[in-house]
């Protein structure tokens, strides 16, 4: 750095020592954590590795029971919390370029308007990005590692998907590749090393915002080292929706064999307990974060999100291991905040969505939401405990399915347009995977009404109440006015944007 640069520098350090008004202004600015954890589910288990988060965050904050993301799969999901839009809003439909995932149109209508862009522009944050960004981030096809989204102070992005060694890192657009030794490049870790370096080097006179997101505990689910003898004797959960037969849903469930094959059982066991290793790391990086922010002084002025892209299944319906499918272990996570003015060791059982972190954050800045075109509501009010707040008691879950052109070669018998085809000709998704559904939560009912897009037209309804692993469709049997209202509010928020989304329920009062 030249001396000019350094006189600048400290010229400018001293007028904001000089200024203490407005650094008073800035310092009582909260700052922001968000920790995105990669194919974590809640309703298998996914938290219960995680000691030291829930020791940490969870304990020290509010536990959200109903955290739901409004599609299954991450490129869809992540961007549904950047842009704090629904799927249909915000045009990322898949993991494909094709699909809109980081392509270049992405880039040009969505990732200008993303909260955190909001945050550096117009609420003056740092802005602090590491790991996973969206699936296809440095195809060349749309810039290379050589794009930085607008609103990233620092940037430390991913190439493509998650992997915990042998990547390529994105750093302020410069490639950096990493290889297979341990202490320096295992990513979940490197992620936290950065993380660290930011919290110390960082300007103390702005407030920040950090997003930390770990391919953990995506596959190839490699664990670190000391922890892959952790778990031994765990297994997936055998509960009542496990390895039975999908009956009564659509085709592309009724298609896995039940049982399943004594393989497969073992496949998915085995990646269940290595997806708990992969975590452990993850835990390792929030002490060291709250410890780092404990002793900068800044603990107690920042509020910590701690989330997950989408959940995951294992062995559910006779499917081995994916995401996509319209059920709650699909499409609920975990959510923890803790943060300024949040009591300790609360639980809320408000219906929740990701596309409400991004009003939450810049509600917590001070930005106007008004002056936003997101579909989410800020989740303020419930973090402070106002129990006036009227909320929303139904979301929108939408999905459109992947599938080859031709036949997967692992499953040629069932012809063309499926894809993540399992050995023993089990796919977990088609091109007609493709639905659409209303998942309600009032004091009078918790439902869920579905329908694909495809030629049967096919319905799933699910009474959670009384059948909370959603084994028997009730599509058949349920009242018809219910159906039909269920239908018309579906249709009401397929078309819904901002405001329009937030309108009440078919079950709220009045």
Known sequence: MSPAMVARGLALAALLVLSPAGAARQARRPNVVLILTDDQDVCLGGMTPLKKTNALIAQMGITFLNAYVPSALCCPSRASILTGKYPHNHHVV????????????????QEPYTFPA??????????????????????????GVGH??????????????????????SVNGKARRHGENYSVDYLTDVLANMSLDFLEYKSNFEPFFMMISTPAPHSPWTAAPQYTKSFQNVSAPRNSNFNIHGKNKHWLIRQAKTPMTNSSIQFLDDAYRKRWQTLLSVDDLIEKLVKKLELNGELDNTYIFYTSDNGFHTGQFSLPIDKRQLYEFDI?????VRGPGIKPNQTNKM???????????????????????MDGMSLLPLLKGDKNVTWRSDFLVEYQGEGYNGSDPTCPGLGPGVTHCFPDCVCEDSYNNTYACVRTLSTTWDLQYCEFDDREVFVE?????????????????IDQEILEKMNYRLMMLQSCSGATCRTPGVFDPG
Request: charged share 15%; glycine share 8%; proline share 5%.
């Open 94 to 109: 898949n993991n494909t370029l094709e699909g809109n995932c980081s392509s270049k149109l992405w880039q040009k209508i």
């Open 118 to 143: 909001l945050l550096k522009t117009m609420c003056g944050y740092q802005t602090f990005f590491a790991g996973k960004y969206l699936n296809e981030y440095g195809a060349e096809d749309a810039g």
């Open 148 to 169: 930085v989204p607008p609103g990233w102070s620092f940037w430390y992005a991913l190439e493509k998907n998650s992997k915990y060694y042998n990547y390529t890192l």
């Open 332 to 336: 609920k996570v975990p959510l923890l």
């Open 351 to 373: 219906l929740v969505a990701n596309i409400d972190l991004g009003p939450t954050i810049l509600d917590i800045a001070g930005y106007d939401l008004n002056k936003t075109q």
């Open 461 to 477: 309804v699910y009474n959670l109440t009384a059948d909370p692993h959603q084994i028997n469709n009730i599509a058949k049997t």
